[in-house]
């Protein structure tokens, strides 16, 4: 039987105002796997806003809408943070996730995390600028039958406004280099123009207010 696809949105779709849905709030101290193998168990987050971890109710509708597609994948979260999204995605079956993430005592958190969920053995964190990586095309090492990727793209929103030239341009990079069935997933403030992306007629988007999702399959 075919896998079921999320409808494709236009850009403009009119927002998500489902009247019982949470509003944003302050930042989230505790954070929790939401699905799979590794449902309920805790993440380690200090609070600090710098952070600012994927919502909880996000990272679950992203997920929703991925559904079986995460299996078998290799999951690269480009602006770990936490390491939620990867480790979320290895608990709902991906074989693997590579973490990068430029803040050392940050990098060392998700190794943390990963390590308190024994998830360890597959997961690599890399401690570096993931614009800069991508810049000096820098491999990331592939399993014997390299997988398609799940790659994540949540960064700061001011990363939109301050570095969205190198962004687009490691997103691009990142979209010619992905084996084929691979997904990306790009996380913005809803007022994001994803029209800016690379082939926007290809990526369909999803509004979660105060944020908006973009999703492509290579």
Same mark, same amino acid.
Request: include cysteine; glycine fraction near 8%.
């Given at each position: 039987?075919?896998?079921?696809?999320? =409808?494709?949105?236009?850009?403009?779709?009119?927002?998500?105002?489902?009247?019982?849905? $949470?509003?944003?709030?302050?930042?989230? /101290?505790?954070?929790? &796997?939401?699905?799979?193998?590794?449902?309920?168990?805790? +993440? @380690?987050?200090?609070? *600090?806003?710098? @952070?600012? =971890?994927?919502?909880?109710?996000?990272?679950?509708?992203?997920?929703? +809408?991925?559904? =079986?597609?995460?299996?078998?994948?290799?999951?690269?979260?480009?602006?770990?943070?936490?390491?939620?999204?990867?480790? %979320?995605?290895?608990?709902?079956?991906?074989?693997?996730?590579?973490?990068?993430?430029? #803040?050392?005592?940050?990098?060392?958190?998700?190794?943390?995390?990963? %390590?308190?969920?024994?998830?360890? *053995?597959?997961?690599?964190? &890399?401690?570096?600028?993931?614009?800069? #990586?991508?810049?000096? /095309?820098?491999?990331?090492?592939?399993? $014997?039958?390299? %997988?398609?990727?799940?790659?994540?793209? /949540?960064?700061?929103?001011?990363?939109?406004?301050?570095?969205?030239?190198? +962004?687009?341009?490691?997103?691009?990079?990142?979209?010619?280099?992905?084996?084929?069935?691979?997904?990306?997933?790009?996380?913005?403030?809803?007022?994001? *123009?994803?029209?800016?992306?690379?082939?926007? %007629?290809?990526?369909?988007?999803?509004?979660?207010?105060?944020?908006? &999702?973009?999703?492509?399959?290579?």
């Amino acid at each position: 039987m075919p896998k079921r696809r999320a =409808p494709p949105e236009r850009f403009g779709a009119p927002v998500d105002s489902h009247p019982n849905r $949470p509003r944003p709030g302050g930042a989230e /101290s505790e954070l929790r &796997i939401v699905g799979g193998t590794l449902r309920g168990r805790r +993440l @380690t987050y200090d609070g *600090d806003p710098r @952070t600012r =971890p994927m919502k909880e109710r996000v990272r679950e509708a992203v997920f929703n +809408l991925l559904g =079986p597609d995460v299996v078998g994948k290799h999951a690269i979260d480009l602006f770990a943070g936490t390491g939620a999204l990867g480790l %979320e995605a290895i608990s709902r079956g991906a074989v693997r996730a590579t973490f990068f993430e430029r #803040h050392f005592p940050t990098a060392e958190s998700v190794r943390q995390n990963a %390590e308190r969920l024994g998830v360890s *053995d597959r997961c690599q964190v &890399i401690a570096a600028n993931t614009m800069l #990586h991508f810049r000096r /095309s820098e491999p990331i090492a592939q399993g $014997p039958a390299a %997988e398609p990727w799940l790659v994540f793209c /949540s960064p700061p929103y001011s990363v939109y406004v301050e570095h969205w030239p190198e +962004l687009q341009a490691t997103l691009e990079t990142i979209i010619r280099l992905a084996p084929a069935g691979s997904r990306i997933v790009v996380e913005a403030e809803d007022g994001f *123009d994803f029209g800016q992306l690379d082939q926007p %007629e290809r990526w369909f988007r999803r509004d979660y207010p105060p944020a908006a &999702i973009a999703m492509l399959e290579t």
